[in-house]
């Protein structure tokens, strides 16, 4: 009986949650099978950790989890993805039907540009942009998530939109010439 109220509550604590952890994922890892087994393995620590989770944000306390396991995955199958130096929104559907091919393809070129631009950010910064920007987690849970200073999250989250943004800027110019 008690086994059963657990994972009664465990999906009702944790599995709505299942959109965020995979995005998160795919987002820190650049690749849509590994996502899914990171997001597996998450998910089966999360049931068999889920007697220490004390209430609170569901989401968050996932998304933690997501973020070591994705991690460790690193670590272990592309430590060069963890070793680059970073010293120096959800998709939302058009609800508007779209009439010209033209404004639709460019739009679609754009959400591409945005899409590579943010994949090639050093993993600190990818982490906490999404997180902010497409998980819509505040600043302090982001910290308490990450383990970082909520000064460190700030931080690296102005790093990030500035390096996106010159990113995109660099490929605007050169597309334009």
Not at 39 to 47: F, G, I, L, N
Not at 148 to 161: F, H, K
């Amino acid at each position: 009986m008690q086994q059963e109220n657990k994972l009664r509550l465990f999906e009702a604590t944790v599995l709505p949650h299942f959109a965020a952890a995979y995005n998160f994922a795919r987002w820190m890892l650049r690749d849509e099978k590994d996502a899914e087994d990171v997001v597996q393995e998450s998910y089966m620590r999360a049931y068999q950790y889920f007697s220490g989770y004390h209430g609170g944000d569901g989401r968050a306390w996932l998304l933690t989890i997501v973020r070591n396991t994705s991690y460790n995955w690193l670590q272990k199958n592309r430590s060069r993805d963890l070793m680059t130096p970073i010293d120096d929104a959800p998709e939302v559907p058009d609800t508007t039907a779209e009439s010209d091919p033209e404004a639709h393809l460019l739009r679609q070129i754009d959400e591409e540009m945005l899409r590579q631009a943010l994949s090639e950010l050093p993993i600190e910064f990818r982490e906490v942009i999404i997180l902010r920007e497409m998980e819509g987690l505040s600043y302090k849970e982001i910290a308490a998530l990450a383990d970082l200073p909520i000064g460190t999250v700030m931080s690296r989250l102005g790093r990030a939109r500035l390096r996106l943004h010159q990113k995109l800027a660099g490929r605007l110019n050169r597309s334009s010439e």
